[in-house]
T-cell receptor, first 114, second 111 residues
């Protein structure tokens, strides 16, 4: 049982490049989400999903796209990276479609945009 | 929208002493308040949570108190140990499907 797996753990991009952060969970969780963590700003919700085919925006969605084609996977896409997207990204999942109850976090992906 | 303020940003206590971290929230409709612990290089883990129909909840050395009238809640850690050193985040539920997190508190336990 691997839990929530994020790849890659580290990535350096140039401004304007695109990339996808992968997130996979093997717990059959309905709810999946992406957060970014910046110094002094805590965890901010980017996008979330309550099931395959269903996604919605969080607090800071601009510059990011998501899709949920399967229950297990929830990739986060940066179409044209900007220095402001330098951050640590966390994927989290939980059972059910609401946020009451434990969120299981991945170990994070550190992204640097030059 | 919901705003969650967390204080202090850093906290240093002697091993065996107590630590208190405070959070305030703005949306009176929020009814669920979890606390997460993030150790270096790891994802966050839920350590305790409280719903708005109770004022206090305890789990061994950890307790959370909630004051709905004042819209603030606090994490209390007693008899602190070196393994309590971590970054702690409070959060408040917004609607049914979103959590808004505080800015985080870096807790250091000094031996």
């Amino acid at each position: 049982n691997a839990g929530v797996t994020q790849t890659p753990k580290f990535q350096v991009l140039k401004t304007g490049q695109s990339m996808t952060l992968q997130c996979a969970q093997d717990m059959n969780h309905e709810y999946m989400s992406w957060y970014r963590q910046d110094p002094g700003m805590g965890l901010r919700l980017i996008h979330y999903s309550v099931g395959a085919g269903i996604t919605d925006q969080g607090e800071v969605p601009n510059g990011y796209n998501v899709s949920r084609s399967t229950t297990e996977d929830f990739p986060l896409r940066l179409l044209s990276a900007a220095p402001s997207q330098t951050s640590v990204y966390f994927c989290a999942s939980k059972t059910g479609t609401g946020v009451t109850g434990e969120l299981f976090f991945g170990e994070g992906s550190r992204l640097t945009v030059l | 929208g919901e705003n969650v303020e967390q204080h202090p940003s850093t906290l240093s206590v002697q091993e065996g002493d107590s630590a208190v971290i405070k959070c305030t929230y703005s949306d009176s409709a929020s009814n669920y308040f979890p606390w997460y612990k993030q150790e270096l290089g790891k994802g966050s883990q839920l350590i305790i949570d409280i719903r708005s129909n109770v004022g206090e909840k305890k789990d061994q050395r950890i307790a959370v108190t909630l004051n709905k009238t004042a819209k603030h809640f606090s994490l209390h850690i007693t008899e602190t140990q070196p393994e309590d050193s971590a970054v702690y985040f409070c959060a408040a539920k917004v609607g049914a499907q979103k959590l808004v997190f505080g800015q985080g508190t870096r807790l250091t336990i000094n031996p």
